[in-house]
């Protein structure tokens, strides 16, 4: 196994610590004597001893449990890390792209109908793509794709970064109209020479001699600015005039994607560049609405195999919402949760299905670690109150019944996300409820589905009964099309012959409402319910007389009782239908939900100021050393220099005299107090202190005052 | 046929030419005795005159037509025109000058790399002085914008000025927009200056190209009318706005087709004039007609402003991250705590206006407003501490809890701010604009003007201009 050492993938113990306490007075001499290399050794042969196992597996997930989980299981939890995912990010890139498409149409026609028409200037569009700089990416390659394709015109995408200049911006859009020969016959920069004549690398005439060049007839330039705002407004200018000269040569049009709006971009051109250019502008889809698709099919689709707990859910939405953080960052996410929740858990093997998960597999520690949780606990208790006190034993006690019940889960499991999926399906064909998706999702993960008007979580009670007779049958069709077709975008299959009980109901009553329809129609009545009546008085008041109107609402015919009745029978289906639990009644549900914010919130919007300013406060809090215990978040001689100089630059004023700091620092370390420095030693610890702290951005020089620094950050 | 000393070229060519630029006869036939081999040639030309005066446009159009009848009357004059707007560099230049001339002459040597005017000189000296040409060769350079020219050393157009006194066929022509004294360093050199249209010239040049004929009507009506319209034009925009014939001719496209709607309805009859005017006066006083921006008319019809535009592309906290930027940029650090802080006055402040103006009398210096003059630079932990005090006030209203949130400096904070700056809505001053992102010393300022904030600050109901004090 010695192959391992240098494939570099191999996690020390330190590196899932909080914080890593590094000793330079400890003497060199000493850390050789535990080298890294001896340790890597120890761990290696501790795996040594299992036979046949495959390595990659070994290294990539190590073994939870302090090392006693065993191999099938490490090996599972990776296996269906690895199954899990890329399905996903499949499905998700799929929904990007496919939100794009409008887009990529729009401006694919554009600019083929702006090549026939002459106007004297530059054809642009553009494409206002929102502040998610990270979106941009996948829409203008998409873009390329497209154009070279649809449109056979070179494609150039400029970002900021790669023109900082205009030399560097020509030149890239030389090499790249040049050498992206769609044929793949030219690979490579192509050397463009006419007559011997090399030219500079900068210059447009070797564009146009390649163009003619080419058999093809006069194929366009499109040059895409992904990122428009971040170019410098003259050097756009300049190109655009550029451009603008070359036009009667070379068939240029641009591309301009666009952050803000068209408005702050054109003022940051020239009025007279601006002239040069005609275009149009293209909206892609907003990004809440990718947002949902993207919800609808990886986190809340019946192919995510892991759910994302509610609270979670809603931070992510939040964030979404709140920051600019895009939807990549909500992908990344998604994915970092899984690999935590892979790699960290080793409750995650009882995702696995199909008898890949069994008893040989469940150790004893997987055993004990589920009888920690809180999901175990709500079951035995539950079993105590229904009076299964031999259930509840044997749940607390036999392993081997445990672990019966616990591969039961997964078909409890299955059932749960199919009634949850199928009852949201619903809930959305009824198009009664305002709530969008991701809501309506959240709310059910957290607090079941419940359409009571009064106690549940999408009352949609009242909406039902007001319904009139026409609306009542398109309510009905709407319900059976969603039961025949399911929902792509969720991944759930139509359900009809699991529904034959749903869906003959709701057609018999479909029926019986229609004909009750023909019959009022046929008597000169109009079909109401009892709760429709009420509402209909209170339209007719105003132009109908009085003494009908107390007749109308006393008068229900025969067809009216009857569509009465059949209106709370749909209701009974439907608070039988649209019905789930919220998810944490489920037992086990940790071992599939993650709900826990302090990784992701760890790594994703981490707080280096907060950590900061609390290292220096209480550096007892992470050095644990005796010494300081006492101090509790105050100042105390014997913190690291550091610290103390901290907590006295949080007293000073906006100038610090270092004089002044230098004495207060002493009076705390000198000779007289307990550490007992010498002002020499007293005097390196301070500048080594304060040059920490200016490396961490708290202080700098002044230049106002001579041997004063300034206070660069007072927010805390 | 050299019976004479000087004698102008072909009649023709001149009359054509003045036909096709209406107004500039004058300046043609100038142009033409400077460069014609046959009447006065001279060595370096200056041709000025502001913008869009048909300077190229002549220029190139004589240039062509010389070339080609030259060859009859005993001369062979060819030609070659560089735009400098084209050239990125001196040295791009002066290899578009080698390459260009080689073209002319259809030469077929390999040229050789070019950095220097002394190489370019050389250059040229080989394709021109040193090669035989037949007796009549003349050859003229033009040199189009170069006072415009890129990284142009500024010995670049005397040293220029000098190719025509080493190359005796050689005559180079400059064309400027207004060429300083001693421009060429050399004296007596004939300038030609394209005075600007005036509207006789506009309205005459314009109505020289009348659009199709109108339904029911002779083209000759049509071209009648055209006239009248584009003085019209000239009278109600041009003389004010748009004084170039490109943004002229614009305008009167553009309103054309407004113009002769009822024509086309069949209300009026194309000699009713002022009827037609004053159906259309709406149209000649639209401003967006001199400005057109770069959108098509059509697809501005959602007319959405700036404003409203950003705040629903821009996520809560960037939005108030700007306006607090705004705040930070446009109020003196001296009324910081008045504003800002809730420490002295409770919740309830008065703002705006500055502390009671009423009582006392106005004084004499009637100062600016603050917001219509540019922003001034800020600290960026200023900026953060009025975010941090101006967040929880206009976020009160709204009821979601932010939890966790709330810690400042965390990294969705960074994100917004960098975002800000890559969107230039924010920008870094001053030195350390190189310099790490989130250096806390560093200077701000705020770069999106007042409209666009007001909206921005209505668009989650909050009055900017409550938060401004003068
Ligand atoms: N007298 C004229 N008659 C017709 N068109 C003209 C006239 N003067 C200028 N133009 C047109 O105006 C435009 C700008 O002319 P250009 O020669 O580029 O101006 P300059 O070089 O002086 O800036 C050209 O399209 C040209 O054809
Ligand atoms: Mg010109």
């Not at chain 1, 040059?223 to 005039?241: K, N, P």
């Not at chain 1, 959305?428 to 409820?433: F, H």
């Not at chain 1, 549900?589 to 826990?596: G, L, N, P, R, Y």
Request: hydrophobic content about 40%.
């Amino acid at each position: 196994m010695d192959g391992n050492e240098d494939s570099g993938i191999f996690f020390e113990e330190d590196d899932h610590r909080a914080a890593y306490i590094f000793n330079a007075d400890q003497p060199l001499s000493t850390q050789k004597q535990t080298p890294r290399p001896a340790k890597r050794r120890k761990v290696a042969k501790a795996d040594a001893p299992r036979p046949h196992q495959d390595s990659s597996v070994e290294l990539a997930f190590p073994p939870l449990f302090n090392g006693a989980e065993g191999s099938d299981a490490v090996r599972l939890r990776k296996q269906l890390y690895e199954t899990a995912w890329p399905v996903l990010e499949d499905r998700i890139q799929h929904v990007l792209r496919e939100a794009n498409s409008n887009t990529l149409d729009e401006v694919t026609s554009f600019l083929q109908h702006a090549a026939e028409a002459e106007t004297g200037k530059i054809t642009a569009g553009f494409i206002i793509t929102g502040p998610s700089i990270a979106s941009q990416h996948l829409l203008f390659e998409q873009l390329g794709e497209r154009l070279r394709t649809a449109t056979r015109a070179r494609f150039v995408r400029l970002r900021a970064s790669e023109a900082p200049n205009l030399k560097a911006a020509l030149k890239k859009i030389i090499q790249d109209a040049t050498a992206s020969g769609t044929d793949g016959e030219e690979v490579g920069d192509v050397e463009i020479s006419h007559g011997g004549r090399k030219y500079l690398d900068y210059d447009l005439e070797a564009l146009h001699v390649f163009l003619q060049q080419q058999q093809q007839q006069s194929p366009r330039v499109v040059v895409a600015f992904q990122d428009s705002e971040a170019f410098e407004g003259g050097l756009l200018t300049d190109l655009i005039a550029l451009f603008h000269s070359w036009r009667d040569r070379i068939p240029f049009d641009l591309l301009f994607g666009i952050a803000t709006s068209v408005e702050l971009f054109q003022a940051r051109l020239l009025k007279s560049t601006a002239r040069q250019l005609y275009g149009a502008q293209f909206d892609v889809v907003q990004a809440d609405s990718v947002l949902e698709s993207v919800i609808k099919t990886a986190v809340a689709g019946s192919q995510a195999a892991l759910r994302i707990g509610p609270s979670l859910l809603q931070s992510w939405v939040d964030r979404h919402r709140d920051q600019v953080a895009g939807i990549q960052v909500f992908i990344s996410s998604l994915k970092y949760v899984y690999m935590c929740h892979f790699y960290a858990d080793p409750l995650s093997v009882l995702l696995a299905g199909d008898g890949r998960l069994d008893r040989k597999l469940m150790q004893p520690e997987h055993i004990e670690a589920v009888r920690t949780l809180d999901s175990f606990k709500a079951q035995v208790e539950a079993a105590v109150e229904a009076r299964q006190l031999n259930h509840a034993q044997s749940l607390l006690e036999d392993d081997d019944y445990l672990v019966a019940q616990i591969l039961e889960q997964g078909q409890k499991r299955n059932e749960y996300l199919l009634r949850l999926l199928r009852s949201l399906h619903l809930v959305a064909a009824t198009g009664l409820s305002s709530t969008s998706f991701t809501d309506l999702y959240i709310l059910a993960l957290s607090s079941g589905i419940d359409i009571d008007q009064s106690s549940g979580t999408v009352p949609l009670e009242d909406a039902v009964k007001r319904l009139r007779a026409e609306e009542f049958l398109s309510l009905i069709n709407r319900l059976l099309m969603a039961v025949q077709t399911g929902s792509s975008d969720l991944g759930l299959d139509g359900w009809e012959p699991d529904a034959e009980e749903l869906v003959g109901s709701l057609t018999d009553l479909r029926d019986e409402v229609d004909g009750l329809r023909e019959r009022s129609k046929s008597n000169g009545t109009v079909l109401k319910s009892k709760y429709s009546a009420q509402s209909r008085v209170l339209r007719t008041t105003v132009v109908a007389q009085k003494v009908q109107l107390s007749q109308d609402t006393a008068i229900m015919t025969d067809e009216d009782k009857a569509f009465t009745k059949a209106v709370d029978a749909l209701l009974d289906l439907l608070s039988e239908n649209l019905n789930c639990g919220p998810i944490d009644n489920l037992f086990l549900h940790e071992a599939w939900v993650f709900d826990s914010k302090s990784p992701y919130r760890d790594v994703f919007v981490p707080c280096p100021d907060a950590t900061f300013g609390r290292a220096l406060s209480r550096p007892h809090d992470y050095l644990a050393c005796a010494c300081c215990a006492k101090a509790n978040g105050g100042l105390a001689s014997t913190l690291p220099t550091t610290a103390i100089l901290y907590h006295l630059y949080l007293e000073a004023g906006a100038l610090i005299n270092v004089a002044d700091l230098w004495s207060a620092y002493y009076a705390l370390v000198g000779e007289e107090s307990e550490p007992g420095l010498d002002e020499r030693s007293a005097l390196v610890c301070f500048y080594r202190g304060l040059a920490e702290l200016r490396m961490m951005g708290f202080v700098k020089q002044s230049r106002k005052k001579a041997d004063h620094v300034a206070k660069l950050k007072w927010l805390f | 046929m050299r019976n004479s000393l000087f004698h102008l070229p072909d009649e023709l060519i001149l009359a054509t030419l003045s036909q096709t630029f209406p107004c500039r006869e004058a300046q043609i036939r100038a142009l033409a005795t400077l460069l014609y081999p046959g009447a006065a040639p001279c060595r370096n030309l200056v041709i000025h005159g502001t913008e869009a005066t048909g300077k190229s446009a002549i220029t190139a159009a004589l240039l062509a037509r010389l070339a080609d009848r030259t060859e009859d009357e005993g001369f062979i004059l060819s030609h070659a025109i560089v735009n400098s707007a084209e050239c990125i560099t001196a040295r791009h230049l002066y290899e578009t000058v080698v390459s260009k001339v080689a073209n002319a002459l259809s030469w077929d040597g390999a040229p050789s790399r070019c950095e220097t005017v002394s190489q370019l000189t050389v250059e040229l000296v080989k394709l021109l002085k040193y090669t035989p040409r037949p007796a009549g060769f003349h050859f003229v350079l033009v040199f189009d914008g170069i006072d415009r020219q890129r990284d142009a050393p500024h010995t670049l157009v005397p040293a220029l000025a000098r190719l025509s006194e080493i190359i005796s066929s050689l005559t180079t022509v400059f064309i400027v927009t207004s060429p300083p004294p001693r421009f060429l360093l050399t004296s007596s050199v004939p300038h030609l200056h394209f005075p600007t249209y005036t509207k006789t010239d506009f309205v005459s040049i314009v109505s020289a190209s009348p659009p199709p004929a109108l339904p029911n009507t002779s083209p000759q009506e049509t071209a009648d009318l055209w006239t009248r319209f584009t003085a019209a034009v000239h009278d109600a925009l041009a003389r004010a706005a748009s004084r170039t014939l490109p943004s002229f001719h614009h305008a009167c496209t553009a309103l054309w087709p407004r113009f002769t709607a009822p024509v086309h309805a069949g209300t009026h009859s194309p000699r009713e004039f002022s009827k037609l005017l004053i159906a259309a006066r709406v149209h000649f006083q639209n401003e967006r007609l001199l400005d057109p921006g770069v959108l098509t008319s059509t697809a501005t019809a959602t007319g959405s402003g700036a404003g409203t535009a950003l705040a629903t592309l821009l996520p809560t906290t960037p939005r108030l991250l700007l306006l607090a930027s705004y705040l930070a940029s446009h109020n003196a650090t001296k009324h910081d705590i008045t504003l800002f802080s809730t420490h002295y006055h409770g919740r309830r402040r008065r703002r705006g206006g500055g502390p009671s103006v009423g009582g006392r009398p106005r004084s004499k210096h009637r100062k600016i407003a603050r917001k219509l003059l540019g922003s001034h630079a800020f600290v960026l932990e200023r900026m953060l501490a009025i975010f941090a005090a101006v967040r929880g006030e206009w976020e009160a209203g709204n009821t979601r809890d932010h939890g966790d949130n709330k810690e400042e400096g965390h990294a969705d904070i960074g994100m917004a701010i960098a975002t800000l700056a890559s969107l230039r809505l924010l920008v870094r001053v001053g030195g350390g604009a190189t310099g790490d992102l989130m250096d806390c010393g560093g200077k701000w300022r705020v770069n999106v003007g007042w409209e666009v904030i007001r909206g921005l600050g209505r668009g989650i109901g909050v009055e900017v201009e409550d938060w401004l004090i003068e």
